[in-house]
């Protein structure tokens, strides 16, 4: 790295922001993951009934949240970069495989924030029917598309204290729903289900979507204080949290009214919040929801934005994606994802609820191979928090998700798996032609090698070895940090697990 690097290293730091702690890292978690109970109410209708929903909620959490987080605690830990999982991958399979899954996670995450300013709107709607006119419309999705573009530009920190506000304003009108509804809850009424009403595939896509994300975090694990330590408390408080979010109002809507199974749909808590509390239960849970969605456009792009700062780090994109502003925020990769979310936003809820999981299932299955792969292959690996498990016992763990992993991917109509297939078949070809760009030297890269992390994993993941070693295998040599900045003379042969950099 020449001076211009090296000063562009210390413009940087000094552009950093406030680091993130444990209550708005929970709070970014919940809005990665949840936002509220906005959206599980098709999981009545698709289960026929409360049962089904109730089950779910009970049990899809131990076999596929939980393991997701403890997963996620412990990668992130040992890996506390920005990039999250495409450092694992890359650390585990190279960086081929790792730029696949950045690129799966980003596009799918792109497209599902594009829904969250339409169901702004469409929550709206029903209180301001202008909004049902493109007239409006439009510009009303533009501006709240710039505006809170702007407020991830303005600092990662802020976007943390708001979701905790935000966190705070939706669910309140759930737990004051909770409390009116006792005494008119009957729960036989939570043991209904009409199995010529279930529709699986609707099932256990909306179970999926409900419940999946818990690694998204992981994408900004560089922008927290003391990631090893908080980082796992921040994830079983947001796993408490999301299972407590749909389960309350869900034992209170179905256990205190008779509501046909089909009368549960999109927006359906509104209706409850009405018949339970009367009209102005029923407006707040609107403007709840439509806080809510808020939230979860902000933790997406933050989470997007900060991945795509990570893998230019990694020398994976051009190192403009790096480049932060004076709030320490990546403006190009801000800008980046914006623009996306604006293109996409005609698309609808029911159109890429498959898509989306189709996507995330892909990527899912690659992280727990690169988490089995990383605890075989690389032991001596340094784990500031790791699963209580041997190695058998976490490939055992990673099982059930797996399994439900397939059975999504399996549930997926034709169009998904065609749509899928596109976005896969881009990802394969956007690898060699940014490889090939760089060695043509058409864009800058912060890295010599494609798939290489900054100098912190050196710094928190490397084990004092003899120098002069071999290169371990060929997945470590897309690892090792870039240490031209370090004076060769002092290199002490520390590296990271992954690899052996030769003294020259």
């Not at 900004?220 to 408080?237: D, Q």
């Amino acid at each position: 790295m020449g001076e211009e690097g090296m000063a562009s290293d210390a413009e940087n730091k000094a552009k950093t922001s406030p680091k993130l702690t444990l209550l708005p890292l929970i709070a970014l978690i919940f809005y990665d993951v949840s936002g509220g109970p906005f959206g599980v109410e098709d999981s009545v209708r698709a289960g026929g009934g409360p049962l089904l929903s109730l089950l779910g909620f009970l049990i899809f959490p131990l076999i596929w949240s939980i393991p997701e987080a403890l997963v996620t605690a412990e990668l992130a830990t040992s890996f506390p970069e920005n990039g999250g999982y495409v450092i694992w991958v890359s650390s585990a399979f190279g960086p081929f495989w790792g730029f696949q899954e950045g690129f799966w996670k980003w596009f799918s995450g792109v497209i599902d924030n594009a829904l969250y300013p339409v169901l702004f709107l469409d929550y709206l709607k029903h209180s301001f029917p202008i909004f049902n006119h493109l007239i409006a419309r439009i510009p009303a999705l533009l501006g709240i598309t710039v505006s809170l573009t702007y407020l991830n530009y303005r600092g990662l920190h802020i976007v943390g204290f708001s979701a905790v506000a935000l966190a705070f304003f939706s669910l309140c009108p759930f737990i004051v729903m909770s409390f009116l509804s006792i005494p008119r809850i009957s729960p036989k009424q939570w043991l209904a289900i009409d199995f010529k009403k279930v529709e699986w595939r609707g099932y256990f896509n909306c179970m999926f979507w409900n419940l999946n994300y818990w690694d998204k975090a992981s994408t900004l694990a560089g922008e927290v204080e003391n990631p090893s330590k908080t980082f796992p408390k921040a994830l079983f408080g947001a796993v408490i949290l999301v299972v407590s979010s749909y389960l309350i109002p869900l034992l209170a809507g179905t256990g205190a009214l008779k509501s046909s199974s089909n009368e549960w749909s999109d927006g359906y808590f509104a209706e409850v919040g009405m018949l339970i509390g009367g009209v102005w239960l029923k407006w707040w849970i609107q403007a709840a929801a439509a806080m809510s969605n808020l939230g979860l456009f902000e933790a997406e792009m933050s989470g997007d934005a900060f991945q795509l700062l990570g893998m230019s780090e990694m020398g994976m994109l051009p190192s403009i994606f790096a480049s932060r502003s004076k709030y320490g925020t990546p403006t190009i990769s801000i800008l980046c994802s914006a623009t996306g979310i604006i293109f996409l936003s005609w698309m609808s809820f029911q159109e890429i609820l498959e898509f989306l999981n189709f996507l995330y299932a892909i990527g899912m299955l690659l992280e727990f191979a690169a988490f089995i792969k990383l605890r075989i292959k690389k032991p001596e690996l340094h784990r500031p928090y790791k699963v209580p498990l041997q190695t058998f016992g976490a490939t055992l763990l990673c099982l059930p998700p797996a399994m439900l992993l397939v059975l999504v991917m399996c549930l997926a109509s034709v169009q998904t798996f065609l749509g899928s297939s596109v976005v896969i078949l881009l990802g394969f070809l956007l690898y060699p032609i940014l490889v090939h760009a760089k060695d043509r030297k058409w864009a800058k890269f912060d890295t010599d090698e494609p798939g290489l992390p900054s100098r912190t994993s050196l710094e928190e993941n490397s084990v004092l070895i003899q120098p002069h070693q071999e290169v371990a295998d060929e997945a470590s040599v897309s690892l090792l940090s870039d240490l031209s900045s370090i004076k060769l003379g002092q290199e002490r042969g520390e590296i990271l697990v992954e690899g052996v950099v030769k003294a020259e």
